[in-house]
């Protein structure tokens, strides 16, 4: 198996990991702490959000640099590590602090007394665990921008393992308190493991440490236009959550968080694979035509198995919901499936995402992230939700769907191909029919629930599945473009 192959695979397993532990701890924290405090979960994670500022457009430049440094040794990459961890520290000063006090301000507007003061401390430790996180991943991209994505995979996978295993313990004794302490155990691991690992194996090197005016000047150019991106998207979650708590409460939100966190962490499985492109085009030294061939078969791989995933969680939404809630609720799956199909059009638009990551053109990617909260608070200004909170849950779904597919239309202009051969014509039948399916599934079940026709349901999704596989070559595609 090639390098981008092993990458790629590694990546996946992480994805995998990463759902498994966060399905877990949800349906730990559920059960043990219930839907309401699921939903000031949700309320914490929108304001804790913005703590990914400090490393995001950081973390994409080291990967860019480690890249391009390549054979330049140790002693460059040390120095490229230097100028972020400068960067980021500075940050992570400046952001916990108006995250601590703007986040009080935020949670005692958007939640009643009696969670209050619990939830204040929760912030604090929330806050610490992802400042330390930031600095983790610092770290992280070292590994990435020199290909070493399988060892990323093994010591953030054991992270997730070790979040879940203690989240299980520790949220029976404090609630929402022990996954916070949960939280900062990882970000501590993760962090101390992975500075070992680089040091151990020299590469990065304790008297390489230098702050090179360039380098900082570099990854802070870089880093500024991802940070606008991560700003933008981020006022895209507190926004809806906040108009969500106002039409549908703390069981209606707490319902959008199990449903987008679900998805987004399968989600990550597909993007993950998608993140090898950006050391991938960053040094890629071949003809344009030759890139765009390449990037042509792997968006529609991408697409291909993104179209798996979602697929997967419509025919099973019925399931989740009885492992979660012990019942099968239309309101739930309703969120699932309106999250679902926004992040699906998202993920199918990855690979152009981090094509223009390993280019450093980064206007369409702004452009996209404007779209998603532009039309976000147009529609939840326009539209009644509080006459039907249900209609709450589809919004963020067409944000993600208008703004994704501006993104992919850009790129097919960048790499000089039409929309029809990068989606072509099977694909977008499979889309009509995830669509259409979910469609009709919530608007039947309002009058035949129960579980024969759910079974009769997932049965037509997984024969929509094996038509896909077989059809579209999934596994000689993916043997191809990865060389197996």
Sequence with gaps: MSRLGRNARSLLIQGIVSALSQLFVYKVLITRAGTANMGAWAVIMAVTGFAGIAGAGISAGVVREISIAGVKGSLQKSQVVTAALCLTLVYNFVLFWLLYYGGTAYIQHTLSGAYFADLQSVLLLTLVSLMIGSIGNVFLSVLDGSNLFAKRALIVSIGYLFYAISSGFLISSYGLRGLSYSLCAQSIFILITTLVYLLYHRILLLNGIALVRSQVKTLFGYGTSLQLINV?????????????????????????????????QVRNMVVGTSQVLVPR???????AAELSDFLVQFFKLNMNIALLVALTISGFSWVVSIFWLNKVDNLFILALMSSNIGWFVNTMSAPAYYYYLGKGRLNANIVQHIFFALITVVLFMIVPVNADSSISFVIPA????????????????????????????????????????AIIYLLVFSYLP????????????????????????LVVTARSIFKV
């Design 232 to 264: 933008i998207m981020l006022f895209f979650d507190p926004i809806t959550k906040y108009f969500i708590t106002q039409s549908a409460g703390l069981t209606g939100v707490g319902y959008y968080e199990m449903a987008n966190r679900l998805v987004m």
């Design 450 to 473: 129960g579980l024969v026709y759910s079974i009769l349901f997932t049965a037509f999704v997984v024969s929509v599945m094996i038509f896909l596989v077989i059809k579209q070559k």
């Design 398 to 437: 067409i944000a993600l769907i208008v703004g994704s597919m501006y993104l992919v239309w850009v790129f097919s202009r960048s790499i000089k191909v039409s929309m029809t051969e990068l989606i072509d014509h099977r694909l977008q039948l499979v889309t009509g029919i995830l669509i259409l399916s």
């Design 281 to 287: 085009v960053a040094t890629f030294n071949k003809t």
